[in-house]
Structures are given as structure tokens and as C-alpha cells.
């Protein structure tokens, strides 16, 4: 019975010294809680502190490039709006037809870019140019779009060598540096969209073109649609397309 109750006050003793280790362990815990809580706190107003002062600086340095970016900014807009107007007064912004071969050359003389459409009336396919045509002037104001009728112009037809009906005359700066003839760079459809006339075009160089010139554009396009390879030299003497119009006829 004395050695059960000298061991029940053993367990006692031991118990009460766990007890106190745990107290002091837990206070010691929560001095470290707060040492590190203070030292986050600390780090942290060392960081907003660097913030801030990064913040100052850069606004104090935003507001002359501000300022100048301002300035860019208006100059380029202004710029903008000069060439816009000068665009629009010679002809640019929409699909026009020119009453003879005599207007070709003056027009193609004024603006740095034109695309012109070589058409006659009983040739369906160039109704089918002309919906595409109206709808990218009004996109590319920085190029002119216009049409003449073949048989109002046997000596330019001569001299460009168009046999085929429709054919387009890509000219930049007053040369004419590509022919479209035909739908066969189109995808030899009549379905084919617009986007890809425009992305046709733009592998000239003729207009604006943000897409990617590698590969025609694939939304619109109908099933089976075949393009032919796009020649960075000047496309002449074609073989006929057999949906065109020859202009021997």
C-alpha cells in the first residue's frame, strides 16, 4: 500500500512538472507568436513604405511622360485626321466607277494605292466583285477602289494585257504591281468571303492587313474551296478561268 500511494505521488510530481513545462512552453510559444507577429508587421511597413516611395517617384515621373505621351498622342490623331480628309477628297472610301480610260491615269496618279476592277456589265462574277469590293472601300480608306468597263477602254486592256473578265489592277505608286484574275485566287468559288478578297489584297501590300499573310482566312470559306499559290511577281497571262469572261469575246 506504501509503495502504490509513493507511486501516485510520483505520478503527481510528474505531472505537475508537464504541466508547468507545458505552461512554460505555451508561453514561450506566444512570445514567439508575437515576436514573429511584429516582425511580419515590421516587414511589412518596410514594404509599403518601399511601395510608396516607388509610387511618388514614378507619378512624379508619369507626369512629364504623361504629358508628352499627351502630346504624341494628339499630334498623331491630328495627323490622322489630315490624311483621312485627304484620302476622302480624292476619291477614297467608297467603290466608284470611272467614265474612261483617260480618268485611270489621273487617278491612279494621286493616291499611292488603287485597286481597279476591269468588268462588263454581262459578266456575272464581277456583280459578284462589286458587293466585296463597296464593302472593303469603306474598311481601307488608305487605298482607292474603282471600276472601268472594258469596252470603254480597249487601249489600257491592250496595254495591261487583260484577257480574262474580271480581272483587278493591283497599282502602288503609280505602277501596277499585281493582277487578281479570276476566282482562282479566291478559292475558285463564287461563295468565297470577303476577308478573303481582303487577305488577297493584302499579300500585295495594297491595303492595311493585320491578318496573317501565310494562309487565307478559313471562317466563310465554303467546302473544297482550292487556292492557288500567291506569286510575290506580277501575275500576267493567266490561264483562263472557266466561270470568266474572255475579253475577246
Known amino acids: ?39 511580419v508587421l515590421q516587414s511589412a511597413r518596410l514594404v509599403e513604405e518601399q511601395l ?3 509610387l511618388e517617384k514614378m507619378e512624379k515621373m508619369d507626369e512629364d511622360e504623361l504629358e508628352k505621351l499627351k502630346e504624341r498622342r494628339l499630334e498623331a490623331l491630328k495627323k ?70 472594258v469596252e470603254k477602254a480597249p487601249f489600257l486592256t491592250d496595254r495591261l494585257r487583260i484577257k480574262v473578265i474580271p480581272t483587278m489592277a493591283l497599282v502602288k505608286d503609280g505602277k501596277t504591281k499585281d493582277y487578281i484574275v479570276g476566282f482562282s485566287d479566291l478559292g475558285n468559288t463564287d461563295e468565297f468571303p470577303t476577308e478573303v478578297l481582303e487577305w488577297r489584297l493584302g499579300c500585295t ?18 467546302a473544297g474551296s482550292k487556292f492557288t499559290k500567291v506569286d510575290k511577281k506580277t501575275i500576267r497571262g493567266k490561264g483562263y478561268d472557266s466561270d470568266s469572261d474572255s475579253d475577246d469575246d
Not at 505537475?16 to 513545462?21: D, F, I, L, P, V
Not at 501590300?205 to 465554303?222: D, F, M, R, V
Open 80 to 149: 490622322a485626321q489630315k490624311q483621312k480628309q485627304e484620302w476622302l477628297s480624292k476619291g477614297h472610301g467608297e467603290y466608284r466607277e470611272i467614265p474612261s480610260e483617260k480618268d485611270f491615269f489621273s487617278e491612279v496618279k494621286e493616291s499611292k494605292n488603287v485597286v481597279c476592277h476591269f468588268y462588263k456589265d454581262s459578266t456575272f462574277r464581277c456583280k459578284i466583285l462589286d458587293k466585296h469590293l463597296s464593302a472593303l472601300a469603306k474598311k481601307h480608306l488608305e487605298t482607292k477602289f474603282i471600276k472601268l468597263n
Open 1 to 39: 500500500m506504501l509503495q502504490t500511494w509513493r507511486e501516485v505521488l510520483s505520478q503527481r510530481r510528474r505531472g505537475g512538472q508537464c504541466a508547468q513545462e507545458a505552461a512554460m512552453a505555451g508561453h514561450s510559444m506566444d512570445i514567439v507568436a508575437k515576436v514573429l507577429e511584429q516582425q
Open 205 to 222: 501590300g495594297i491595303i492595311n492587313y493585320s491578318g496573317n499573310l501565310l494562309e487565307p482566312p478559313t471562317a466563310g470559306q465554303k
Open 52 to 54: 510608396d516611395a516607388e
